[in-house]
Structures are given as structure tokens and as C-alpha cells.
């Protein structure tokens, strides 16, 4: 039986419509003419993808640094295959797969540069310097709500203005699929709350599918790069074929088979969710990809150089701290350093209340208070945070380069 979901799904009819189309601020006006040609989630849609944080993504670790091979995985890719489960899921069940498509490519979109990796280096960063931990859910959500910006019809820079459900789907994504299935919680939150993977559930059916097309995603892709990248051989697959039995252990097999077991199984009553025989064979892939891919000793020299690179970015740049003169002072570290200079003094006086002469090009919201050393620890994190793999390598070396 397929769209079972459909009285569900995020249309007019749904009782929680209003308040997941409610956007912080209202909208300019779009159009051209009286008849407007997108409905909410899908001009969300194309905010997302024209913004430059999700251009970056392109550029940015999924789970392997650096290759040379062109084929190996990133987070853009990543993201695309995301929204391709997520589209099939919601299409089958009777969801909106606007809305599913918006979240998807938003998802990851505060990720750090190098993957996880990266993610764990800037969290333990962020935890001594001013008692938090980043985590890339929440970081999207501060991504899309006050760092990403678009070009209104005249020209002027303003946030993204999402709307609340797509927002919601973007901490909501974080989290393990548990086998008694996946439900959208009733109650709206103040999503900035939203600060621990699996602290809420997504407000939304299609948040949810989002959350568990995440999992499915990567299980099959990480082996197929491992594999290319030669941290698997032929004989570690025929061994994952026999522990799992079901299925064979590659890409297609793994998408496929997951997918159809969660379109099946689920129910309004029981949530999204999977068979017992397929949550046990995602949870096998799991294991196996832990301890033979992201544990892999090939891994561990550049979890060693992330953390130096990163460290020394922040601390050169917080060395120069000096209140609302700080912009001025990284300004004059043009000498040394002329690309983390310009492009970091720029981009901090687009967001904080440093005076800047260029601002009646912009609307968007002040983010930092340059009297606070918190703040402006907090303003490194989230640069870095942003940058691309290429990028913040190419930044070290010219720190470290004479």
C-alpha cells in the first residue's frame, strides 16, 4: 500500500501548517506579477542551494581527506544522496517531498571542514574557550539563521529567513534510527534549544525520513570509497556478505534493500521504521565500518594534523583581540598573512559591531559583540567552521610559511 502517509504529510490540511511555513521575519515579496511560482519549502529550496554554504559542501570531507581519486564521496555528494533517498521515501509514503528535498540539502550545511574529524577538534576548541560544544546540527541551524546570506530583488544582503520546518530539520537529521520507529514530536520549540543530537525529534514527518535516509546513506557509500581507496579489499567485503547474509555488501544493494524494508514497514501508528532482520543488518554495516574505516590506522596521521592546523588558525587570529579595534588589528596582519587578514577582517565586520564602511549593503542580524572575548572566540569557531578542506589548509601554510 503506498502513500499510507498522506493525511500526514505537510500540506494546507495539516493542523501544524502555520507554524511550519512561519518564517522569524516576513518575506520580501518575490515576484513579478500577481501568481506566485514556488510554494514555501520549495523557495526555500532554492535559497539553500544558491547560498554559498552550500556551494562549499562541494569542497568539504565526507569521510576521506584530500583524495586524488575524483570519484571518492564528499559532503555535496553526500547531501545529494540524502535527498534522493529522502525523495523516494516521502514520494512512496504520500509526504511532501518539497519539504524533504528543502531539509536534505540543508542538512548538513554547518558541517566543519574534514568531516567529523574537524567537528570534534573545533567542539573541543569551543568547549575550552567558552564552555560549549560545537556540534554541526546546531551550527546549520546558525548557518541558515544569521551566517548564510542572498541578494534580495534590490541588491541588498539579507539572512536566508527559512521556514520553521526546514529549520527544524536541520538538528533534527543527528541521531540513530531506533527499531521501535521514528515519530515527529507535536510540540514547537524554540529551536535554538535545540542544542544535543537527539535532544527533540523532528517537528515533521519529512524531518524524520531526512533523519533516517541520513543513516542509509552513507553505509554502503563509505565502503564503495574504502574500498577505491584500498583501506577494504575484495576478501573484508565477502566477509561483511557472509555476517549479513541478506544482501550483498555494496551500494546499490545496501540503498536498496533499506529503502524499500522502511517504505514497507512503516506505519502512521508505529512510525517510520524498519524490519528487525534490516535493523540488524544495519547495525552489522555499522560496526563494520567503525572499526574497519573510521577506526583504519591510515586514518590517524591526519587526526593528528587537523588538530594542530586547526589550533594554530585560532590562536593566531585570537591573539588579536583587541575589543572593537580587533578588525583593525587583524587588518594589519595583511603583511604576514594576506589571505586570512582580508578575507577574515571582511567577513567579521559583515557580522559583528565592528564599524564597516561598506554596511548599507547589508540587512542581516549582528551576531557578535566585539566587547565580548567570548563572542569573538565564538566568531573564529564559526569562520572556521565555514571554510572548505582546501581552504583552511592553505591558511595554515601561510601562517606557517615564511
Given at each position: 500500500?503506498?502513500?499510507?502517509?498522506?493525511?500526514?504529510?505537510?500540506?494546507?490540511e495539516?493542523p501544524?501548517w502555520?507554524?511550519?511555513?512561519?518564517?522569524?521575519?516576513?518575506?520580501?515579496?518575490?515576484?513579478?506579477?500577481?501568481?506566485?511560482?514556488?510554494?514555501?519549502?520549495?523557495?526555500?529550496?532554492?535559497?539553500?542551494?544558491?547560498?554559498?554554504?552550500?556551494?562549499?559542501?562541494?569542497?568539504?570531507t565526507?569521510?576521506?581527506?584530500?583524495?586524488?581519486?575524483?570519484?571518492?564521496?564528499?559532503?555535496?555528494?553526500?547531501v545529494?544522496?540524502?535527498e534522493?533517498?529522502?525523495n523516494?521515501?516521502?514520494?512512496?509514503?504520500?509526504?511532501?517531498?518539497?519539504?524533504?528535498?528543502?531539509?536534505?540539502?540543508?542538512?548538513?550545511?554547518?558541517?566543519?571542514?574534514?568531516?567529523?574529524?574537524?567537528?570534534?577538534?573545533?567542539?573541543?576548541?569551543?568547549q575550552?574557550?567558552?564552555?560549549?560544544?560545537?556540534?554541526?546540527?546546531?551550527?546549520?541551524?546558525?548557518?541558515?539563521?544569521?551566517?548564510?546570506?542572498?541578494?534580495?530583488?534590490?541588491?541588498?544582503?539579507?539572512?536566508?529567513?527559512?521556514?520553521?520546518?526546514?529549520?527544524d530539520?536541520?538538528p533534527?537529521?543527528?541521531?540513530?534510527?531506533?527499531?521501535?520507529?521514528?515519530?515527529?514530536?507535536?510540540?514547537?520549540?524554540?529551536?535554538?534549544?535545540?542544542?544535543?543530537?537527539?535532544?527533540?525529534?523532528?517537528?515533521?514527518?519529512?524531518?524524520?525520513?531526512?533523519?533516517?535516509?541520513?543513516?542509509?546513506?552513507?553505509?554502503?557509500?563509505?565502503?564503495?570509497?574504502?574500498?577505491?581507496?584500498?583501506l577494504?579489499?575484495?576478501?573484508?567485503?565477502?566477509?561483511l556478505?557472509?555476517?549479513?547474509?541478506?544482501?550483498?555488501?555494496?551500494?546499490?544493494?545496501?540503498?536498496?534493500?533499506?529503502?524499500?524494508?522502511?517504505?514497507?514497514?512503516?506505519?502512521?501508528?508505529?512510525?517510520?521504521?524498519?524490519?528487525?532482520?534490516?535493523h540488524?543488518?544495519?547495525?552489522?554495516?555499522?560496526?563494520?565500518?567503525?572499526?574497519?574505516?573510521?577506526k583504519?590506522?591510515?586514518i590517524?596521521?591526519?587526526?593528528?594534523?587537523?588538530?594542530?592546523?586547526?589550533?594554530?588558525?585560532?590562536?593566531?587570529?585570537?591573539?588579536?583581540?583587541?575589543?572593537?579595534?580587533?578588525?583593525?588589528?587583524?587588518?594589519?596582519?595583511?603583511?604576514?598573512?594576506?589571505?586570512?587578514?582580508?578575507?577574515?577582517?571582511?567577513?567579521?565586520?559583515?557580522?559583528?559591531?565592528?564599524?564597516?564602511?561598506?554596511?548599507?549593503?547589508?540587512?542581516?542580524?549582528?551576531?557578535?559583540?566585539?566587547?565580548?572575548?567570548?563572542?569573538?572566540?565564538?566568531?573564529?569557531i564559526?569562520?572556521?567552521?565555514?571554510?572548505?578542506d582546501?581552504?583552511i589548509?592553505?591558511?595554515?601554510?601561510?601562517?606557517?610559511?615564511?
Amino acid at each position: 500500500m503506498t502513500k499510507k502517509f498522506e493525511k500526514q504529510a505537510m500540506f494546507k490540511e495539516n493542523p501544524k501548517w502555520r507554524q511550519a511555513i512561519s518564517r522569524m521575519e516576513e518575506m520580501y515579496n518575490p515576484i513579478y506579477g500577481d501568481a506566485p511560482m514556488r510554494s514555501e519549502f520549495d523557495r526555500d529550496y532554492t535559497r539553500i542551494i544558491n547560498c554559498k554554504g552550500y556551494r562549499r559542501l562541494k569542497h568539504k570531507t565526507q569521510v576521506f581527506f584530500s583524495p586524488k581519486n575524483d570519484h571518492i564521496c564528499t559532503r555535496i555528494e553526500h547531501v545529494n544522496l540524502v535527498e534522493s533517498i529522502s525523495n523516494t521515501v516521502a514520494n512512496y509514503l504520500g509526504l511532501n517531498s518539497e519539504l524533504t528535498k528543502a531539509i536534505a540539502v540543508a542538512h548538513d550545511i554547518g558541517h566543519s571542514p574534514f568531516g567529523h574529524q574537524g567537528e570534534k577538534i573545533l567542539s573541543q576548541i569551543a568547549q575550552r574557550e567558552y564552555g560549549k560544544k560545537f556540534w554541526h546540527g546546531y551550527n546549520g541551524l546558525n548557518c541558515v539563521d544569521n551566517l548564510e546570506l542572498l541578494s534580495d530583488v534590490a541588491g541588498i544582503k539579507r539572512n536566508l529567513n527559512l521556514t520553521y520546518a526546514v529549520r527544524d530539520g536541520i538538528p533534527g537529521h543527528c541521531g540513530t534510527p531506533t527499531v521501535t520507529g521514528q515519530k515527529p514530536r507535536e510540540e514547537v520549540i524554540d529551536l535554538k534549544n535545540f542544542t544535543t543530537s537527539g535532544k527533540y525529534a523532528p517537528f515533521t514527518w519529512e524531518g524524520c525520513v531526512v533523519k533516517i535516509a541520513d543513516n542509509i546513506s552513507y553505509l554502503g557509500r563509505d565502503l564503495e570509497d574504502a574500498k577505491e581507496m584500498k583501506l577494504l579489499n575484495d576478501r573484508d567485503l565477502q566477509n561483511l556478505d557472509k555476517l549479513i547474509e541478506k544482501i550483498r555488501a555494496n551500494n546499490t544493494s545496501i540503498i536498496g534493500y533499506l529503502t524499500r524494508d522502511l517504505c514497507v514497514n512503516s506505519t502512521v501508528e508505529d512510525g517510520l521504521k524498519f524490519s528487525n532482520e534490516a535493523h540488524e543488518i544495519m547495525e552489522k554495516i555499522k560496526k563494520f565500518n567503525n572499526e574497519k574505516i573510521y577506526k583504519n590506522e591510515k586514518i590517524q596521521p591526519t587526526i593528528r594534523y587537523f588538530t594542530v592546523l586547526m589550533n594554530e588558525i585560532f590562536y593566531t587570529l585570537k591573539n588579536e583581540y583587541n575589543g572593537l579595534n580587533t578588525v583593525k588589528n587583524i587588518r594589519k596582519m595583511k603583511r604576514y598573512y594576506p589571505v586570512l587578514s582580508e578575507e577574515f577582517s571582511s567577513w567579521l565586520s559583515v557580522y559583528s559591531n565592528a564599524e564597516y564602511e561598506d554596511r548599507e549593503e547589508y540587512a542581516n542580524k549582528m551576531v557578535y559583540d566585539l566587547n565580548n572575548i567570548k563572542d569573538y572566540s565564538r566568531a573564529i569557531i564559526d569562520y572556521m567552521a565555514g571554510m572548505t578542506d582546501q581552504y583552511i589548509v592553505r591558511v595554515y601554510n601561510e601562517i606557517v610559511s615564511f
